[in-house]
């Protein structure tokens, strides 16, 4: 039986990745909870565990005194020398027990406790594999989605865990078995497990798309300075170049905008204003307003400033319901007032 339990463990550590020694401790546990539910909490108990010799034993301890006045925790001198001639008054007596010999309610206590052990540790490991991944992009299987609330369930991979509806791109629908990229946002521990935060409408996730498939964002050439979405609509996101042989822009755009369609492809065809970064606010703010052309840009007090447009660009510089001026606001982090000449 101990050969088998000890396979058990191993393939337990090769199959789901819990250690040896942490199931060993919960084991260890749970023999000596159980051997205390058939004592009435009373007894002492210590538990010995060798690995290499497949060995357990479990040992009752009890206290050598002259007079009984409680079995649980002692035994007579007369008594403990029945057991070992060198025991004396005073020592610690040990006698081994047999674990056959529990009953079936501390049978079942010692199974949960290793049960909610296994628990504990397949949890704790969803948490450090998802901890690794926090805002980071990660692809996930649509499982199941929920007719009335329209959450998503989908496989990270990992386990199981819910992309929200107010996380979803907006009008983007999915089918069970589709394979999208999501954003993840937080990573809380629970009770019940890790609770993990999904988004598809969350800026990261654009960040981290560009990341992926510009090789100059990835070895630090072109740098991300900010980021502005609309999710389903439209985002702005502003790039700079550490080599002036570099475009940014274009970097980010690719030869016949191969690169940035196939992020656009992945956000469900939403519109990608690549802008480039400049510490001159007039020159930032209107790079920010494309694809509307700019006559001026006048900074007046702080974080303020007044842009100036043709007439013909005056509806495509504020966008739809002020979708375009919104976007450059909240990029550049200046208000906008734009008017005509």
């Known amino acids: 039986m101990n050969t088998e339990f000890f396979n058990a463990l191993d393939l337990l550590e090769k199959e789901r990745g819990i250690s040896k020694e942490y199931m060993l401790e919960k084991v260890e546990a749970a023999l000596i909870s159980a051997f205390k539910k058939d004592s009435a909490g009373n007894t002492n108990v210590r538990v010995a565990i060798d690995p290499e010799k497949k060995d357990i034993k479990m040992f009752k301890q009890l206290n050598v005194v002259e007079e009984v006045t409680d079995e649980y925790t002692e035994i007579s001198v007369e008594d403990a020398k029945k057991i070992s001639r060198k025991y004396k008054l005073g020592d610690v007596c040990e006698i081994e027990m047999k674990t056959k010999n529990f009953g079936r309610i501390s049978a079942q206590t010692a199974k949960q406790v290793i049960i909610q052990g296994i628990r504990e540790a397949e949890r704790s490991m969803m948490i450090q594999e998802y901890e690794t991944k926090k805002e980071e992009v990660i692809t996930a299987r649509v499982v199941s ?35 999208i990229k ?39 050439t072109v740098v991300i300075r900010g980021i502005s979405r609309e999710a389903g609509s439209r985002t702005k996101i502003a790039v700079e170049s550490r080599d002036e042989n570099v475009d940014p822009v274009g970097a980010c755009i690719g030869a016949r905008r191969s690169r940035i369609q196939n992020i656009v492809d992945e956000l469900g065809g939403e519109k ?44 495509l510089a504020i966008g739809r319901e002020g979708q375009n001026a919104r976007l450059a606001a909240r990029l550049t982090g200046y208000k906008i007032d734009i008017k005509s000449v």
């Open 145 to 179: 989605i929920d007719p009335i609330t329209g959450n998503a369930i989908v496989d990270t991979g990992t386990s199981e865990a819910v992309l929200l509806k107010n996380e979803q791109i907006p009008g983007e629908e999915y089918e069970v078995g589709d394979h």
């Open 182 to 220: 999501v954003f993840v946002m937080e990573v809380n521990s629970e009770v019940h497990g890790p609770v993990v935060t999904l988004s598809r409408s969350h800026f990261g996730l654009v960040k981290r798309l560009f990341e992926l498939e510009v090789p100059e964002i990835q070895d630090g």
């Open 272 to 315: 990608i204003d690549v802008v480039p970064y400049s510490d001159v606010p007039e020159e930032y703010v209107a790079a920010a307003l494309k694809p509307a052309t700019v006559e001026s840009v006048v900074v007046e007090g702080e974080r303020m400033c007044r842009v100036i447009v043709s007439p013909d660009q005056l509806s």
